[in-house]
């Protein structure tokens, strides 16, 4: 089992920013590939980003390209999510999430563990 923790989310204006972390404990962090999903009010969970196992792989969702950047610490057995130019569009609860079997990459079902998520809540 991994155990997935949150933290960072909040209030921020348009334009912000905001850097969410997710702990990790449980499995050998460095053999997990983790993502970031985020879920708007009535609307499915979607992909945000995602990270491979040694971080030097990621990859985005059209819409945060260039805003947002995912990495890790595998000494600290964490992932971060650096928000930058917040949009009122990016409100949402964001999910972080492990996978272990390597099958995947922005499905929900591609990831195995997740997080109790973190809200995020953009003005205009």
């Known amino acids: 089992q991994v155990q997935l923790v949150e933290s960072g989310g909040g209030l921020v204006q348009a334009g912000g920013s905001l850097r969410l972390s997710c702990a990790a404990s449980g499995r050998t962090f460095s053999r997990l590939a983790m993502g970031w999903f985020r879920q708007a009010p009535g609307k499915e969970r979607e992909f945000v980003a995602r990270t491979s196992r040694s971080g030097l792989t990621t990859n985005y969702t059209d819409s945060v390209k260039g805003r947002f950047t995912i990495s890790r610490d595998n000494t600290k057995n964490t992932v971060y999510l650096q928000m930058n130019s917040l949009k009122p569009e990016d409100t949402a609860i964001y999910y972080c999430?492990?996978?272990?079997?390597?099958?995947?990459?922005?499905?929900?079902?591609?990831?195995?563990?997740w997080g109790q998520g973190t809200q995020v809540t953009v003005s205009s």
């Open positions: 999430a492990a996978d272990e079997r390597m099958v995947g990459n922005d499905r929900t079902g591609d990831y195995d563990y």
